[in-house]
T-cell receptor, first 116, second 115 residues
Framework: KNQVEQSPQSLIILEGKNCTLQ??????????LRWYKQDTGRGPVSLTI?????NTKSNGRYTATLDADTKQSSLHITASQLSDSASYIC???????????????FGKGTHLIIQP | NAGVTQTPKFQVLKTGQSMTLQCAQD?????MYWYRQDPGMGLRLIYY???????DKGEVPNGYNVSRLNKREFSLRLESAAPSQTSVYFC??????????????FGNGTRLTVT
């Protein structure tokens, strides 16, 4: 069964500090991994996508990594800001095989709180 | 360009009442989805529609029905609401199921309480 595990479940850090969120997956055959940010009271929004051939990708202060061999991804946030307070959800996509399969497996998210 | 619009934003129902959650997208996406989000459970797929005219069950379809009215609209119906259906419901869309790299675009949710 395809699974996505995220850690930690929740994290509190001071403004200006860095943090790293983890995502481990057992999804096969792997297509891509996407990180979403969900602000309180809003729907998730895509931050970045990692495909099989990519190791690192940056989006401003967010840097995602992917190790396809160990089936692990991380999301590193540099110089955190109050606006980074949100839930971060890891979603792994299996290769589309047709037949109406959705192919998406969601992690339960990491709830990040940035304190001033 | 509004993206994905959900109505209503909030709803309180009594056990046994029925209601329909509405969702519309203006991005010409083929695929549309309904998820529920509960504390500690993450987002779970209720139903999805890969294209106009087709619908498929997701992980937690019991107690729900859906209608893909046209390419833009995908509604979720609770025929006889139960307290276990208290949740936040999200509608999402993406451009084409076959393109695995396309992101999901979410609405801002409907917060439903069943008493």
């Amino acid at each position: 069964k395809n699974q996505v595990e995220q850690s930690p479940q929740s994290l509190i850090i001071l403004e200006g500090k860095n943090c790293t969120l983890q995502c481990n997956y057992t999804v096969s055959p792997f297509s891509n991994l996407r990180w979403y940010k969900q602000d309180t009271g809003r729907g998730p929004v895509s931050l970045t996508i990692m495909t099989f051939s990519e190791n690192t990708k940056s989006n401003g202060r967010y840097t995602a990594t992917l190790d396809a061999d160990t089936k692990q991804s991380s999301l590193h946030i540099t110089a955190s800001q109050l606006s980074d307070s949100a839930s971060y959800i890891c979603v792994v996509s299996a290769v589309y095989s047709g037949g109406g399969a959705d192919g998406l497996t969601f992690g339960k998210g990491t709830h990040l709180i940035i304190q001033p | 360009n509004a993206g994905v619009t959900q109505t209503p934003k909030f709803q309180v129902l009594k056990t046994g009442q029925s209601m329909t959650l509405q969702c519309a997208q203006d991005m010409n996406h083929n695929s549309m989805y309904w998820y529920r989000q509960d504390p500690g459970m993450g987002l779970r797929l209720i139903y999805y529609s890969a294209s106009e005219g087709t619908t498929d069950k997701g992980e937690v379809p019991n107690g729900y029905n859906v209608s893909r009215l046209n390419k833009r609209e995908f509604s979720l119906r609770l025929e006889s609401a139960a307290p276990s259906q208290t949740s936040v419901y999200f509608c999402a869309s993406r451009s084409r199921q076959g393109r695995d790299n396309s992101p999901l675009h979410f609405g801002n949710g409907t917060r439903l309480t069943v008493t």
